[in-house]
């Protein structure tokens, strides 16, 4: 079975800085473009940032641009996000999903993890 | 940005009933690049529709996808107790900004 597990969430203050980790098992991770999502308590999904199979190329979500980066490291099937100068409205849990493979150039987000929650209070 | 819209908002149905969930685009939303999820409470979601109308492996037949361009429709026909959830639409756009939206959600709740 396919499993992502993510981690690194945490309890943080506007304008600090936080690393998500997303460890990808049961699946050759570095033939698939992999993505974040995000979802506020309560409120409903939003795509954050994609990146492609060998890293080379990285797409944001407006929002988040300039403050979020997304990496991998396919040697260690993990997926990254670097968030910094977060805001109170990057609260949420934060996602960790491949994109089917079989659909290029579609989107679909085929496997997710459980997620990491990220809270920005002051 | 395409924005979906899903209704309705709540939609409230007995076991063995069958539902219908609408998804509208607000604009064409081309090769039907389309999907639904589900998200039960305190899970993630999980893809049971792509291309509008494929179902995802390992999903039941009983979950079906149709529609094109702006309106799209997802048909569950005979709930079960575990098919109550939230579902979710999302369109993807190539070169768009953003490339992939959802929509609000709809909740599906056992009457």
């Known amino acids: 079975d396919v499993q992502m597990v993510e981690s690194g969430g945490g309890l943080v203050q506007p304008g600090e800085s936080l690393r998500l980790s997303c460890t990808g098992y049961?699946?050759?991770?570095?033939?698939?473009?992999m993505t974040w999502v995000r979802q506020p308590p309560g409120k409903g999904l939003e795509w954050v940032a994609n990146?492609?199979?060998?890293?080379?190329?990285?797409y944001y979500t407006d929002s988040v641009k300039g403050r979020f980066t997304i990496s991998r490291d396919n040697a260690e099937n993990s997926l990254f996000l670097q968030m910094k100068n977060l805001r109170v409205e990057d609260s949420a849990m934060y996602y960790c999903?491949?994109?089917?493979?079989?659909?290029?150039?579609?989107?679909?987000?085929?496997?997710w993890g459980q997620g990491t929650l990220v809270t920005v209070s002051s | 940005e395409i924005v979906l819209t899903q209704s309705p908002g709540t939609l409230s149905l007995s076991p063995g009933e069958r539902a219908t969930l609408s998804c509208r685009a607000s604009?064409?939303?081309?090769?039907?690049?389309l999907a639904w999820y589900q998200q039960k409470p305190g899970q993630a979601p999980r893809l049971l529709i792509y291309?509008?109308?494929t179902r995802a492996t390992g999903i039941s037949d009983r979950f079906s996808g149709s529609g094109s361009g702006t309106d799209f429709t997802l048909t569950i026909s005979r709930l079960e107790p575990e098919d109550f959830a939230v579902f979710y639409c999302?369109?993807?756009?190539?070169?768009?900004?953003?490339?992939?939206?959802f929509g609000q959600g709809t909740r599906l709740e056992i009457k």
């Open positions: 999903t491949n994109i089917l493979a079989a659909t290029e150039p579609a989107e679909y987000f085929q496997h």
């Open positions: 049961g699946l050759t991770f570095r033939d698939y473009w």
């Open positions: 990146i492609n199979r060998d890293g080379s190329e990285q």
């Open positions: 604009q064409n939303v081309r090769s039907s690049y």
């Open positions: 291309g509008a109308s």
């Open positions: 999302q369109q993807y756009e190539y070169g768009g900004s953003p490339p992939n939206t």
